[in-house]
């Protein structure tokens, strides 16, 4: 993961050929005296390292940080193990994520790949026509140093962030973070752990008034920038099919 910082550090000044980067979940500090524009976006689980040496965002550089989200969440391990499906001449269809040895439910269901397809869209826009992506609140660390703890909520839901819906109107608990000594990369899983009936209930007094607390944070991210408007869309259907709510 240090090669990717290391790549635009060292060796891009000496050859530009790139006019901007995306830089996923990991790499250390990156220079912003270049030309070059530089997002780097991570997930909950890529800021266990990062968070007690933040980067501050500049005319350059961009950092989005997305709550409660995995570097491997359940989105990535559906297509991986279609890609797995194909490879072994099998069906795509009802594919399912991998079992894990971890201490937590592994994958956390929060989309990242939401607010990355947005960032992608923001990094065009940057380098075609000069307009800089938002800068958007970090996760709130309680803790800096080793090691470094995160601010979080009643139900264990970090704070701070890019909040999506996911998140933001709570059904589950998603750390970003699970650990294990069967599997070695269960760090990279986050966890999902879903609410009870009775949890769900006290939190949302009906249907209605969960689906318009998706509705509005949705459309907050929308207006926000860190969601595109078929996301957003998305996620208000799918709120739209759950029986949440007394």
Not at 28 to 51: H, N, S, Y
Not at 122 to 135: R, S, Y
Request: with cysteine.
């Amino acid at each position: 993961m240090q090669n990717r910082s290391a790549y635009i550090n060292s060796i891009h000044p000496l050859e530009p050929v790139f006019d901007g980067f995306m830089v996923h979940g990991g790499g250390g500090l990156i220079r912003d005296d270049q030309p070059v524009k530089i997002f780097k976006l991570m997930a909950e689980t890529d800021m266990r390292r990062r968070a007690a040496d933040p980067q501050p965002d500049s005319d350059n550089f961009r950092q989005w940080e997305v709550a409660g989200s995995s570097h491997v969440d359940v989105p990535f391990e559906i297509e991986y193990a279609k890609v797995r499906n194909l490879m072994a001449g099998l069906p795509l269809g009802n594919v399912q994520t991998r079992e894990t040895d971890c201490e937590l439910p592994a994958y956390s269901t929060v989309p990242f790949r939401d607010v990355m397809n947005a960032a992608f869209e923001h990094l065009v826009k940057w380098i075609d026509d000069e307009i800089p992506p938002p800068i958007a609140p970090r996760l709130q660390v309680a803790q800096a140093l080793p090691p470094v703890e995160f601010a979080r909520d009643r139900f264990g839901n970090i704070l701070g962030g890019i909040r999506l819906a996911e998140h933001a109107v709570p059904t589950a608990k998603n750390p970003g973070m699970n650990s294990g000594t069967g599997n070695r990369f269960c760090f990279l899983y986050g966890s999902h752990e879903a609410f009870s009936e009775a949890q769900l209930r006290n939190l949302y007094s009906s249907r209605e008034e969960y689906v318009q607390a998706v509705i509005s944070v949705a459309q907050e991210n929308l207006s926000d920038g860190y969601i595109l408007p078929y996301a957003a869309e998305r996620t208000i259907r799918n709120a739209q099919t759950r029986d949440i709510g007394r």
